[in-house]
C-alpha cells in the first residue's frame, strides 16, 4: 500500500508544521492540530506557548537566517494547558530557485524522558547536597591516592588541593603512610577503619577516626575509595585527662624505681662511713643522696607542671648564669655520648624575670632532646650542641638549643609539642617537650621550632624580660574573672 506525501505527513507520531518567515504556521499534521487545535492564520509562539511575541532564541528563525537545521529543547503547552517538553528539528524548504520559502518544524515529545532526567538532576543535586553537609571530612581517592573530590569541612580544615596526594594534604608527608586504610579498600574492596592524627591547612593537629568505604563502578571493580574522617580531638582530649594519670604513673614508676635504690645505695655509703669513721665514704654516699633528690624533685616538679595550672616563682635570673646551669647538667651525659657542647653568651644577654627551676628544667628539657637527636643519628661523625643567650631587641630574653643531630620531618615538627608524642619510641614518655612549651607559655614567652631532615633541629625561646603575671590563657594574675 502506497501512502501519499500529503498521508506520510499527516501519518507523523510528532508535532509536524510548516512555518513562513513571519512564523506564521502554514500547514500542520494531525497530531499538531489535535493537540494545539486550529493553526490558521496564527503563529507558532502563539500556538505553542500562548505568548503574544516571539521566543527569544527560535530555531525557525535560524534556520531562515542560515540555511541550515538546527534542534533545540522546549517547553509547550496543549489546548487542555498540559505542558509538553519536546526536542525541536527544523530543516528549510526550498523553492525551484533555491531560495528558502519556509521552514518544517518536527517536535517529539519527551516529557518522559525529561522527567526522569529531572528526578536525575534533582536527585544528584540532593546527593551532592548530603556530600557537602556532611559533618565530617569526606573526600574521594583515586588508586593513585589522589583526592578527586572532597566536601566543604574538607576544603575548609584542609583546602582544595584536587589531585594532590592524600598524604601531602594529610600529613604533608612526601610518601605513602603505612597502612593505609585507603590502599588497603582497594585491594580487597572492604570497609576500614583506623584512627590518625592529621594536620590541618592552619596547623591545627586533629585526632580523626578514619573509616573507607569502596565506591564501585558500571562493572563493579572499585573505581574510587570514598574517606570519612570525624574529628574526635575533644574526646581523645578528655580521655586523655583520665588516661595520663596510668600513663604519667606508668612512665615514671621504673624512674623512680632506680632513684629509690640510688637513694639506698648512699644511705648504705653513709651509714657505713658513719659506722667506721670513713669521712671520704660519709661524703660519697653523701653526694649519691643529694643527686638523687635532686632527680625526684625535678621529676616532681615536671608532673606538677603537667597536672595543673602551676603559677611559676619569679626571681631576677641572669640569662648566663641559667645558661651555664644548664650546661653543667647536661655536660655529663653529653661526655658520655661524646657531643660536643658549646656555650655562646651574647654581652645583650641580660637579666629576666622567672621560676629559676622551671626556665632551668625547660632548657634541660630541650638540651636533652639535642642530645638525643645526636644519639640517634648515624650519618655523621661528630656531634655538636649549641646553646646561645642574648637579646631579641624587642624586650624579651632569647636562648637557643641547636643541634646537628638526625632533624625532624615536617610531620614530626607539626606534633613535637603534643601531650605523649614521642619520635623516639618506647624510649620517650612524650612529656619532656610537651613541659617545656608549657613553661614559657606560663612565662608568657614561646618556643619556636626549626629543623631539616639530616641537617639538625634549633628550639628558639623567647621570654619577657618583666613578668607581667600573665597565665597560659592569658589572665592577669589579680584577674577578678580567674577561677
Known sequence: MELSGGQCFDAMPCYLSVQDRSLRVIKANRRFREAF??????????????RAEPCEDCPVERTFRDGQGHHSEERVTCLDQTEVSVIVYTEPIRDERGEIA?????????????????????????????????????????????????????????????????????????????????????????????????????????NVLVRTTPVAGPSGQVEAVMEMSAD?????????????????????????KGLLNGLNGGMYLVNKGLEAGNGDRVRQG???????????????????????????????LSA??????????IGHRARELGVEVVKDVAPDAGEFEGDEKAVRAMLVNLGENALDACR???KKTAHRITLRAAGDGDGRARFEIEDNGIGMEQETRERAFTL????????????????????ARAHGGEIRLESE????????????RNRTGRHEDGRQENDPDRR
Not at 588516661?243 to 623512680?256: A, D, F, N, R, Y
Not at 648566663?320 to 647538667?329: I, R, T, Y
Not at 605523649?420 to 613553661?439: D, H, V
Open 37 to 50: 487545535g486550529n493553526y490558521e492564520g496564527r503563529y507558532c509562539y502563539q500556538v505553542y506557548k500562548q
Open 102 to 206: 519556509a521552514v518544517m518544524e518536527m517536535s517529539t515529545d519527551i516529557t518522559d524522558l525529561a522527567r526522569l532526567q529531572n528526578l536525575l538532576r534533582e536527585g544528584r543535586a540532593y546527593c551532592r547536597t548530603l556530600f557537602e553537609q556532611v559533618p565530617c571530612f569526606v573526600s574521594i581517592q583515586d588508586r593513585d591516592l589522589n583526592i578527586v573530590d572532597a566536601n566543604r569541612l574538607h576544603r575548609e580544615a584542609f583546602g582544595s588541593f584536587l589531585g594532590c596526594k592524600c598524604y601531602e594534604i594529610y600529613k604533608h608527608r612526601t610518601e605513602e603512610c603505612d597502612p593505609c586504610v585507603v590502599r588497603q579498600t582497594f585491594e580487597d574492596g572492604r570497609v576500614h577503619e583506623r584512627e590518625e592524627v592529621v594536620t590541618s591547612r592552619q596547623g591545627r593537629t586533629m
Open 232 to 256: 574526635i580531638t575533644q574526646i581523645r582530649e578528655l580521655q586523655s585527662q583520665l588516661e595520663s594519670i596510668g600513663l604519667l604513673i606508668s612512665s615514671i614508676s621504673h624512674g623512680l
Open 286 to 316: 653523701w653526694e649519691i643522696v643529694q643527686r638523687n633528690i635532686e632527680r625526684i624533685r625535678s621529676m616532681v616538679l615536671d608532673i606538677l607542671y603537667y597536672a595543673k595550672d602551676r603559677e611559676p616563682g619569679s626571681a631576677v
Open 320 to 329: 648566663a648564669a641559667v645558661l651555664d646551669q644548664v650546661c653543667e647538667q
Open 376 to 378: 640517634l643519628d648515624r
Open 420 to 439: 605523649f608524642f614521642s619520635s623516639k619510641g618506647s624510649e620517650g614518655t612524650g612529656l619532656g617537650l610537651f613541659i617545656a612549651n608549657r613553661i
Open 453 to 464: 631532615v639530616g641537617v639538625g633541629t634549633s628550639f628558639v625561646v623567647t621570654l619577657p
